[in-house]
């Protein structure tokens, strides 16, 4: 069996300041983890993905993650908040081919 | 490449009429097909995922159904809406749930 725990529902920044959306994830399997943005009213895009290569994955628009097999965690971090990067995010945990489970969101907004 | 379409974009209904989202990929061949419900403020739903042409899975019981006619082909359909039926509805294939989803652009389905 397998879950995702995205550990805020809402996250605030200022432009220029960084950026840290956290998720927790369960797996029977080693598992395969993506981010997920979705801008309103529009479909998912993926940020990016580890598929057990190297740990520290780097993704689309300046974001990046860590896989940390002994906190079971894959927070998505960002230096610097841009005010396009308000969006919602999903982190997603998968093991087989389907059955891939999605977390309940974080919105992330962005102060000017 | 490939890509995914999905229409239409928006849809106003009234209660009691009939569904019929359509879902096209291009570019792949014998993709895992996927539906999923985004209700307002909740997280993703899986409704119904196929694995090849008239194969379909229904992760919920629900007033909604899923075909497969062809191979790059997944229709979601209704007899009759009801007024939870609205929400946004994603489209979306994969070629194993390891690498991850591709998703179409959504239909935002108003049900009044």
């Known amino acids: 069996a397998q879950s995702v725990t995205q550990l805020d529902s809402h996250v605030s920044v200022s432009e220029g300041t960084p950026v840290l959306l956290r998720c927790n994830y369960s797996?029977?399997?080693?598992?395969?983890l993506f981010w997920y943005v979705q801008h309103p009213n529009k479909g998912l895009q993926l940020l990016l993905k580890?598929?057990?290569?190297?740990?520290l994955v780097k993704g689309i628009n300046g974001f990046e993650a860590e896989f940390k097999k002994s906190e079971t965690s894959f927070h998505l971090t960002k230096p610097s908040a841009h005010m396009s990067d308000a969006a919602e995010y999903f982190c997603?945990?998968?093991?087989?081919?389907?059955?891939?489970?999605f977390g309940a969101g974080t919105r992330l907004t962005v102060k000017p | 490449s490939q890509t995914i379409h999905q229409w239409p974009a928006t849809l106003v209904q009234p209660v009691g009429s009939p569904l019929s989202l359509e879902c096209t990929v291009e570019?792949?061949?014998?993709?895992?097909l996927y539906w999923y419900r985004q209700a307002a403020g909740r997280g993703l739903q899986l409704l119904f995922y196929?694995?090849?042409?008239?194969?379909i899975s229904s992760e919920v019981p629900q007033n909604l159904s899923a075909s497969r006619p062809q191979d790059r082909q997944f229709i979601l359909s209704s007899k009759k809406l009801l007024l939870s039926d609205s929400g946004f509805y994603l489209c979306?294939?994969?070629?194993?749930?390891?690498?991850?989803?591709?998703f179409g652009s959504g239909t935002r389905l108003t049900v009044v």
């Open positions: 797996s029977s399997y080693s598992p395969s």
């Open positions: 580890y598929t057990s290569a190297a740990t």
């Open positions: 997603v945990v998968s093991g087989r081919a389907n059955d891939m489970r």
């Open positions: 979306a294939w994969s070629v194993g749930g390891r690498l991850g989803y591709t």
């Open positions: 570019g792949t061949s014998n993709p895992n």
């Open positions: 196929s694995v090849g042409i008239g194969q």
